[in-house]
């Protein structure tokens, strides 16, 4: 199978790094800057005797390298910068996946599509909307680097190790989010019998400001690594079939009584992109969070379809 990945900044470089350590497939990297994304391949492959990766990383700035790809991320985009929330990137971003999205549907009319970019939910639905694609075949990434996020800092305060942590993050991948405490184990404990309330509240505050912490680090740029992994994963499953139950963002028609919108839910990801929708029965105070952040992201498709950005 073909994988492209379109942007070759920190997250892109990234993924196609952890795809090629997972041996997935060989991958096409594309940046608009010319020389970017040549110059990351050929790095990331001068690496592979060392790291002991046999896949070939192409990269190049004609788009049309990305013809026949069964699975392609979407990376493309301006990053966060301190101050910023997801949404200020909103015109800037939408363009760009609009441009990118137009010329997918050309050259890899029946490719698997994962985006990356944010703001992740309303760009998935550019992504959708402008590609025509089928519904199962766009899936944002989300709800799973969300949910990795969560898993780390439970295992972080109880000190153990995070393979050990089970986590559950569903909504917008936003200020919103909704972590569910009660889907979260510590190798088959529920985190409640292990924390208390108001510590778990703590840490599902940090997981919604995750993002954010990050960046005001680094200052000039925003988390690489763990979306990178995010994505990787999402894409092994795809590629591999895996038929994997993982939290990402997908297109609602109606679960969890949410209709026409991408929203962070447990999907089953495999060769089809959303082979599933999975949906858990929510307490009243977890509907009311979910359907709280699924009325941001619509009010922000609202805003940009009266603009006529998409």
């Not at 790094?17 to 492959?45: C, F, P, Q």
């Not at 790291?51 to 788009?63: A, E, L, M, Q, W």
């Not at 985190?191 to 510590?199: F, G, N, Q």
Request: hydrophobic fraction near 40%.
């Amino acid at each position: 199978m073909k994988v492209s990945i379109i942007g070759s900044g920190n997250v892109g470089i990234a993924t196609a790094l952890y795809l090629a350590e997972k041996r997935v497939s060989n991958i096409t990297l594309i940046d608009v800057v010319k020389g970017w994304a040549e110059g990351k391949a050929m790095d990331i492959g001068q690496a592979s005797p060392i790291r002991r990766y046999d896949v070939f990383i192409n990269g190049y700035s004609d788009i049309s390298m990305i013809k026949d790809s069964d699975v392609i991320v979407v990376t493309a985009g301006k990053p966060r910068l301190p101050g910023m929330s997801r949404e200020d990137l909103l015109r800037d971003n939408v363009k760009i996946m609009k441009s990118v999205s137009e010329s997918i549907a050309k050259y890899a009319p029946n490719a698997v599509l994962i985006t990356v970019t944010n703001p992740l939910d309303v760009l998935a639905y550019v992504a959708l909307k402008v590609t025509g694609f089928a519904l199962k075949r766009v899936i944002g990434m989300a709800g799973i680097l969300d949910s990795s996020r969560f898993r780390y800092f439970i295992a972080d305060e109880l000190g153990v190790s995070p393979r050990n942590v089970t986590a559950l993050v569903l909504g917008g991948h936003g200020d919103l989010m909704v972590p569910l405490p009660r889907y979260s184990t510590v190798h088959g404990i529920p985190v409640s019998e292990l924390l208390p309330k108001a510590k778990i509240d703590k840490l599902i505050e940090r997981t919604r400001k995750a993002g954010g912490e990050i960046v005001s680090y680094l200052k000039t740029g925003s988390a690489y690594w763990s979306p990178g992994s995010s994505a990787a994963e999402m894409v092994e499953c795809v590629v591999r079939n895996r038929n994997r139950i993982v939290p990402c963002s997908a297109y609602l028609r109606g679960e969890y009584g949410i209709d026409g919108l991408f929203s962070g839910v447990p999907i089953k990801i495999g060769e089809n992109g959303v082979e599933e929708i999975i949906e858990l029965s929510l307490t009243t105070e977890e509907k009311q969070a979910l359907h709280l952040s699924a009325d941001k992201v619509r009010e922000v498709i609202e805003k940009i379809e009266a603009e006529n950005l998409i």
